[in-house]
């Protein structure tokens, strides 16, 4: 069973510019959240999808956005990027039913910006 | 946002201690769970908890769902080395999702 997987690992942006980051579920997984963690922090929950359609959203700008695919991956896009922009960010993937509060999470993907 | 407070903030323990830590909150929640993240990674789940006074064990590892549902409860049994990292207990409401402010947990060997 393949776990979630995230891509890329490490990436460096400068302020006011886009990034995409990328998410590959857990085999028989359907719903994907992602969460930002500051350094020293918990993880604060960004938004999640279910079916391609988000479906719960932090207190995050619409800067921040998502998508999700029909194989369940999904994609954060973040647009004019700040400084306090930086941060872990992690992709959590959850089966459906009784079990879909149950998250699991992958490596992360750590985005600086300067 | 729901604030989830866990305490202590940080442990220094020798191996072979046991640790207790907890998470608090002003709202009542459905369902806790308990994961745990180390340098580099994400958090991994460790325990969920679906009903009020509920103690469900993961190894050593054991947690209860406050009978409150306001709170719940981690303990660790004879820590060993691998145990440190940081813990965080997390609730969801509705579509929503929060996380506690974490317990860094330190194993003395």
């Known amino acids: 069973e393949t776990g979630v997987t995230q891509s890329p690992t490490h990436l460096i942006k400068t302020r006011g510019q886009q990034v995409t980051l990328r998410c590959s579920s857990q085999?028989?997984?359907?719903?994907v959240s992602w969460y930002q963690q500051a350094l020293g922090q918990g993880p604060q929950f960004i938004f999640q999808y279910y079916r391609e359609e988000e479906n719960g959203r932090g207190n995050f700008p619409p800067r921040f956005s998502g998508l999700q695919f029909p194989n369940y991956s999904s994609e954060l896009n973040v647009n004019a990027l700040e400084l306090d922009d930086s941060a872990l960010y992690l992709c959590?993937?959850?089966?459906?039913?009784?079990?879909?509060?149950?998250?699991?999470f992958g490596p992360g993907t750590r985005l600086t910006v300067t | 946002g729901q604030q989830l407070n866990q305490s202590p903030q940080s442990m220094f323990i020798q191996e072979g201690e046991d640790v207790s830590m907890n998470c608090t909150s002003s709202?009542?929640?459905?369902?806790w769970l308990w994961y745990k993240q180390e340098p580099g990674e994400g958090p991994v789940l460790l325990i969920a908890?679906?009903?009020?006074?509920e103690l469900t064990s993961n190894g050593r590892l054991t947690a209860q769902f406050g009978i409150t549902r306001k709170d719940s409860f981690l303990n660790i049994s004879a820590s060993i080395p691998s145990d440190v990292g940081i813990y965080f207990c997390a609730v969801n409401t509705g579509n929503q999702f929060y996380f506690g402010t974490g317990t860094s947990l330190t194993v003395i060997p």
């Open positions: 908890l679906y009903k009020a006074g």
């Open positions: 709202s009542i929640f459905n369902t």
């Open positions: 085999s028989g997984h359907n719903t």
């Open positions: 959590a993937s959850s089966p459906a039913g009784h079990y879909s509060y149950e998250q699991y």
